[in-house]
Every structure is written in C-alpha cells, then in structure tokens.
C-alpha cells in the first residue's frame, strides 16, 4: 500500500468513527441524561472523551502504519544485504557503470581485486 493510500485509509477510519460518534452519542447521552440540566453537563465530557478516544485511534493507527513502514525498510535492506552478498561472492569482475558516461559506478570485490 502506498504512503498516500495508507494516509487516506487512516483518514477514512478516523472519519468513520467521528460520523458513528455524532450519530450515536448524543442518542446516548439522552439515554443517560433524563434533564437539560444534566444532558448540558455531561456534553463537555462526552467531548473530552471523543478527544481522548479519536487521539488513541490516531496514534494506533499510526503506529501501525510506522511498524508496516519500518518492516518493509527491514525487508528490503535484508534484500539487498542478500544482493550485495551474491554480487561480491561472484568469482569474476562486475562492473555497473553510467551507460551515458561509461564511469564506473560500483564493482563487486573480485572486480576490485583485480583492477583497484
């Protein structure tokens, strides 16, 4: 999944969740609360934890798309770990040069054994 796909999948939750929320706690809160009094003194708190609900819910899902992030930065060092290892393990020279300028750009070890 791409960064900007990811974002919009973090987006749609968080916004899923605030639409559930607006339908559903004021219903709540008028289940709990039987006056105005009572309902208009419960409405901050009903905010507050909206607010330290949606912020636990943002940091998860962050986190988990860091923890996805940092795997795949795992795997692929991993890969080119395994690159490096059968590019230098190879026993002739291997040269990777700018096909445009013809500089060398990188040689396995065995290239750099033999020509420095």
Same mark, same amino acid.
């Given at each position: 999944?791409? #960064?900007?796909? /990811?974002?919009?999948? %973090?987006?749609?939750?968080?916004? $899923?969740? $605030?639409?559930?929320? %607006?339908?559903?706690?004021?219903?709540?809160? $008028?289940? =709990?609360? @039987?006056? #105005? *009094?009572?309902?208009?003194?419960?409405? #901050?708190?009903? !905010?507050?934890?909206?607010?330290?609900? &949606?912020?636990?819910?943002?940091? &998860? =899902? *962050?986190?988990?798309?860091?923890?996805?992030?940092?795997?795949?930065?795992? /795997?692929?060092?991993?890969?080119?770990?395994?690159?490096?290892? %059968?590019?230098? !393990?190879? !026993?002739?020279?291997?040269?990777?040069?700018?096909?445009? @300028? $013809? /500089?060398?750009?990188?040689?396995?070890? @065995?290239?750099?054994?033999?020509? !420095?």
């Amino acid at each position: 999944m791409s #960064p900007l796909q /990811r974002a919009w999948k %973090i987006a749609g939750i968080y916004a $899923g969740f $605030g639409v559930l929320w %607006i339908l559903l706690s004021d219903h709540l809160l $008028g289940l =709990l609360a @039987t006056d #105005p *009094a009572s309902y208009a003194a419960l409405q #901050p708190w009903k !905010g507050s934890f909206y607010v330290v609900v &949606t912020a636990l819910l943002v940091v &998860t =899902l *962050a986190r988990r798309a860091f923890q996805e992030q940092q795997d795949l930065l795992r /795997r692929s060092q991993e890969s080119e770990d395994r690159l490096r290892a %059968i590019f230098d !393990g190879v !026993g002739d020279a291997i040269f990777l040069h700018d096909s445009r @300028t $013809g /500089r060398i750009l990188q040689a396995n070890s @065995t290239g750099e054994a033999l020509f !420095g």
